[in-house]
């Protein structure tokens, strides 16, 4: 598989396209930012751990009935998916408040909530990446329905998959966001990325945070807390 022309570089990856037009190649990097951009910074190490752990979600996932974009990964910052148009939807699952819902609705900081959550916001750097919901996805064509209670199904299914798996290692999954993409024959599929720069884990004991939180809100030990991750996972 090789890489021919860049076709996007992105807050975190590149993407390059490949001799078959079906695949494209995924770079990670280590740049790293948080609130929409305004934060900006260096994880070192972050495009590693990131590459890896989703390459071995995506596959868990897989494994478990949800079709995904992962294909082969080529090393240890790059990985070959599928080509897809991605659904313009961040799909954020919540298992206790963190975060976005605990400003918005005024809940305190690891409330556990009653079953899990679903949201959707719609995927536009320049307005916020703004909450909307499944009606706004279908109304304004962003989605057909039919994709939106698909894209639902999946994500709550990845949830459990998720759930078990991080607990069985120590880790709580307290929420994360999901991409999803359309192949060319039209399949739905989860894409993008799944690691600690797009879910937020806790210890299971202690709650200590091991994600981009504490990126963001400057707390210290940042490589640290991907490492212990890549650990867990065996990875490392
Ligand atoms: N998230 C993400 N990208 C985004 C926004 C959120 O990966 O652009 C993840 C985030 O890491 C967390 C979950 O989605 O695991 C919920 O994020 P939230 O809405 O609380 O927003 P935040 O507090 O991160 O701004």
């Not at 991080?166 to 880790?171: E, K, R, T």
Request: overall charge negative; some cysteine; aromatic content about 8%.
């Amino acid at each position: 598989m090789e890489k021919t022309t860049q076709l996007y570089e992105g807050k975190a990856k590149k993407v390059w396209a490949t001799d078959d037009p079906d695949v494209v190649i995924v770079d990670y990097k280590d740049d790293a930012t948080a609130f929409n951009g305004l934060k900006k910074g260096t994880i070192v190490g972050k495009g590693v751990v990131n590459n890896k752990m989703s390459n071995y979600l995506m596959q868990l996932i897989e494994k478990k009935g949800v079709p995904t974009h992962y294909i082969k990964e080529l090393s240890d910052r790059e990985t070959a998916v599928k080509k897809v148009k991605i659904v313009p939807l961040e799909v954020i699952i919540r298992n206790r408040a963190a975060g976005s819902i605990c400003k918005r609705l005024g809940l305190e900081e690891g409330m556990d909530f009653v079953c899990p959550s679903i949201e959707f916001s719609y995927k536009d750097d320049d307005l916020g990446d703004p909450l909307i919901n499944g009606y706004h996805a279908v109304s304004c064509g962003f989605a057909t329905q039919e994709e939106v209670d698909t894209i639902k199904k999946m994500a709550f299914t990845v949830n459990d998959v998720l759930k078990e798996y991080f607990a069985s290692i120590g880790v709580e999954l307290i929420d994360f966001k999901l991409e999803f993409g359309k192949t060319s024959d039209g399949q739905i599929v989860l894409a993008d990325e799944i690691s600690p720069d797009t879910c937020r884990f806790w210890d299971i004991e202690t709650h200590e945070k091991l994600d981009k939180d504490r990126f963001r809100r400057d707390m210290g030990g940042v490589e640290d807390a991907y490492a212990e991750m890549m650990k867990r996972v065996g990875l490392d």
